[in-house]
């Protein structure tokens, strides 16, 4: 979906917008966002939109701070990664699963799911642009079991922010394909 345009260092859906941060530029985005090439090639045409992807239907996000980020993409490249530049690593997964016991107790952890969205590459931002870190085409377009990459974030969290309780054993599940 179209998200307002970056003019300046504010993002701006028209006229009179109030509301200076990213956001999507329709209203009730989450009806009307679509993966059609005719929806996508208008809404592109009208003005230089940012990039919004809508979450909770065909794939859900893992947001995180760079440190736990980046050393778990290093240890293994098991889904589509976007960095922002203001250094949110944001782990694609299929959708459907809550965030373990250990990740929601840490600061910074976020989890995008239904009604919400994220910045996707390539979107300008006041620091500068969302890029792929793994890009899809890396995965084939397979998204992980969100608890498989829970699992890997769990392995970077500092020893004092490791929860004591235990999850419940995620189900088997295999890799999603999503167009």
Known sequence: M????????????????????CHPALERWERRA????????????????????????SFDVIDVPERFGRPAVREARIGPVAVSPEGRW????????????????QPGIVQHDHGSWIAAPPTRTPTGQVRWEVHPNVTRWRLPEPYAVQGLLKRHLPATGRATVRDPAPPARHLRHVA
């Open 90 to 105: 944001m782990f694609f997964v299929e959708p459907g699963d809550a965030l373990c016991t250990e990740l929601i107790a």
């Open 34 to 57: 679509s993966a059609d090439p005719s929806d996508i090639e208008v809404w592109w045409a009208e003005a230089p939109f940012s990039v919004l992807l809508a979450t909770g239907g």
């Open 2 to 21: 179209p998200g307002a345009s970056l003019i300046g260092d504010r993002y701006v859906c028209g006229p009179m917008c109030p509301t200076v941060g």
